[in-house]
């Protein structure tokens, strides 16, 4: 079993999707070992205590810099032996020590097709927006492995139509609706059952045609 530990900030809908497909066996050979919030209010711990997942707090708000947080963060991920990182609406960048330890192995999902729109701020609309304000037809989520900001290699893409009249917040719905809160525990599921592999910046997945 992968032992998975999710990083969170906020209401947890990501984490949730991630949860009822563990639950409903979608998700085989993982472990959901541990849920780490940097905001001790976030409403995703209500959503992992519910589930009877182990819950952590790395409170950003109490370390004085970026460095000192990302430490006590790779700390924890170490504590509960950690072999897959996920972020699931987690906003906080993640220091060059983290990524190092866990290379090709943090899966993020950010909704936009990337490289298309690529500002992957989960609290943020401008993803949103950027995509309306360019006119275009399709949008989406990207599930991919985090190497340094909001970029890596791509491991699962989902197109979602763009509507006339869609304002950010309707696009937002559709994209996680549609598109993130099912790319994120496939991605997860992928790793899990070894079918991915990693060869100069491109994901490889085993089965598929070449």
């Known amino acids: 079993?992968?032992?998975?530990?999710?990083?969170?900030?906020?209401?947890?809908?990501?984490?949730?999707?991630?949860?009822?497909?563990h639950l409903f066996g979608e998700i085989p050979n993982c472990e959901l070992t541990a849920v780490?919030?940097?905001?001790?209010?976030?409403?995703?711990?209500?959503?992992?205590?519910?589930?009877?997942?182990?819950?952590?707090?790395?409170d950003r708000s109490l370390f004085p810099n970026?460095?000192?947080?990302?430490?006590?963060?790779?700390?924890?991920?170490?504590?509960?032996?950690?072999?897959?990182?996920?972020?699931?609406g987690y906003i906080h960048p993640l220091g060059q020590s983290v990524l190092k330890a866990y290379e090709n192995r943090i899966?993020?999902?950010?909704?936009?097709?990337?490289?298309?729109?690529?500002?992957?701020d989960m609290n943020s609309m401008e993803p949103y927006d950027q995509a309306i304000r360019a006119g275009v037809k399709l949008s989406g989520a990207t599930a991919y492995f985090v190497t340094e900001g909001h970029t890596g290699p791509i491991i699962l893409q989902q197109a979602v139509e763009v509507w006339e009249g869609d304002t950010p917040k309707t696009l937002q719905r559709r994209i996680m609706e549609e598109a993130e809160w099912k790319l994120l525990p496939r991605a997860i599921a992928m790793f899990c059952q070894d079918l991915l592999r990693v060869e100069d910046g491109v994901v490889h997945v085993a089965g598929e045609r070449k």
């Not at 790779?74 to 996920?86: F, N, R």
């Not at 899966?107 to 992957?120: D, M």
Request: net charge negative.
């Open 66 to 88: 970026a460095q000192s947080f990302n430490t006590a963060v790779e700390q924890k991920l170490q504590d509960v032996d950690t072999e897959l990182v996920v972020l699931a």
């Open 36 to 58: 780490i919030s940097s905001d001790p209010d976030a409403y995703a711990l209500i959503r992992a205590k519910s589930a009877n997942l182990p819950t952590y707090v790395v």
């Open 107 to 120: 899966i993020n999902v950010c909704p936009s097709l990337l490289p298309a729109f690529g500002e992957c």
């Open 1 to 21: 079993m992968v032992k998975t530990a999710i990083l969170v900030s906020g209401g947890g809908t990501n984490l949730q999707a991630v949860m009822d497909s």
